[in-house]
């Protein structure tokens, strides 16, 4: 590996070591040499923190003994009891990535994360939608008072770019709306439903089966999480300042495979499309699209439309959950930083 001259070292602390921190810690373990010849970045975990313990090296910890805590081939530990706040705050780093859980109602425990490691004068890169659903105009606003970056990208369409697409590529454009299939496993369940004329609860099963739904999958089928990233896009995107409360959402939960087959017949799929715009429409329901539309995508694809006024509409496809493509998002969220 060739060491640029104008190297710089970048130090990170990954809060929530789960199925997307954990996926940082791989992505970075495979990108090392490329993050050092194509951007000049030695990035270096030094700190990470779960419920289950804590591990800090200030020269770099090594990703794939960290990986190990995943399979349970390596136990936690918590050096001198130190908290996770304490890691935030104290830790010699300059970048936290935030992958705790999503919690809409509270926010928490990312809000404190965010907030403590912005007051502490760190970027931030989240995945979590919680705090910035909750809280994204005072959490900018901090960011901005202290001189920081907050970066979300992963939070909406997971490795689909789209704040970054509309901030950087489509800049100069007005963008008047945006619509798109935000949820993986909404749209797996209706593409299923669609082809083979099941009912919501069989596929329902066949997802969780195959990892696609949870466990609870309320969050998802009822249009919540849809309405969370739409919420996250009209704060960010159009200047508005929304919770998910102001989403007016319809899940997927009564849809039947009698309704797909008429919609079928008629040229059309029916879709949970999510839709914001500059006019302050801020929805998630089921849709009729028709079948030739680049809103038509299968299985558990994610697909956003964004109309503008120079550009016209660009269309984006993309893998909108897994670990590695959320850590994609993450990755290049870090490496703007730097840019
Ligand atoms: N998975 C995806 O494909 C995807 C895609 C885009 C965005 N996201 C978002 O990214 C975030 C992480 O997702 P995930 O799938 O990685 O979830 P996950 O596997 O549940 O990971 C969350 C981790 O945070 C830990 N945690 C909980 N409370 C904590 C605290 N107070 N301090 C430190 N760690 C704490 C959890 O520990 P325990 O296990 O002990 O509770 C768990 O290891 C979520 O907000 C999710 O919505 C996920």
């Known amino acids: 590996m060739s060491m640029r001259s104008n190297m710089k070292t970048v130090r990170i602390s990954i809060i929530g070591f789960g199925y997307v921190g954990a996926g940082l810690a791989e992505v970075i373990r495979r990108k090392r040499a490329d993050l050092v010849s194509t951007y000049g970045l030695d990035v270096r975990i030094v700190g990470i923190a779960d419920l289950n313990g804590i591990f800090i090296d200030e020269q770099g910890l090594d990703e794939a003994e960290l990986l190990k805590l995943r399979t349970g081939a390596k136990d936690w530990e918590r050096p001198g009891g130190m908290t996770t706040l304490e890691l935030i705050k104290e830790l010699d780093y300059e970048v936290m990535v935030e992958t705790t859980h999503t919690d809409v109602t509270s926010g928490q425990p990312g809000l404190t994360h ?3 490691a912005l007051e502490s004068g760190r970027h931030v890169v989240t995945s979590n939608k919680g705090p910035l659903a909750l809280e994204y105009s005072r959490l900018t606003d901090l960011a901005a008072a202290q001189g920081c970056a907050l970066k979300y990208e992963a939070t909406v369409g997971g490795a689909m770019p789209l704040i970054s697409l509309i901030r950087d590529n489509l800049a100069g454009n007005g963008v008047l709306s945006i619509q798109g299939i935000l949820n993986g496993t909404c749209n797996y369940i209706l593409t299923r439903m669609a082809e083979e004329g099941l009912p919501y609860e069989h596929v329902l ?77 801020l929805k998630a329901r089921p849709r009729l699209v028709p079948k030739d539309d680049p809103l038509n995508v299968g299985g558990t694809l994610n697909v956003a439309t964004i109309k503008t006024d120079l550009a016209g509409d660009i269309t984006v496809i993309g893998k909108g959950a897994g670990p590695i493509e959320a850590a994609s998002a993450i990755l290049a969220d870090i490496i703007s930083i730097y840019r």
């Open 114 to 116: 965010i907030t403590t």
């Open 205 to 281: 099963k066949e997802a969780q089966e195959l990892g696609y739904a949870e466990a609870d999958p309320s969050s998802d089928v009822k249009g919540l999480d849809t309405a969370v990233k739409l919420v996250i896009l009209a704060n960010s995107v159009f200047g508005m300042n929304a919770t998910y409360r102001d989403v007016e959402v319809t899940g997927i939960t009564a849809i039947t495979p009698d309704a797909l087959k008429l919609a079928d017949d008629a040229g059309y799929v029916i879709k949970l499309i999510g839709e914001v715009s500059r006019e302050g429409c």
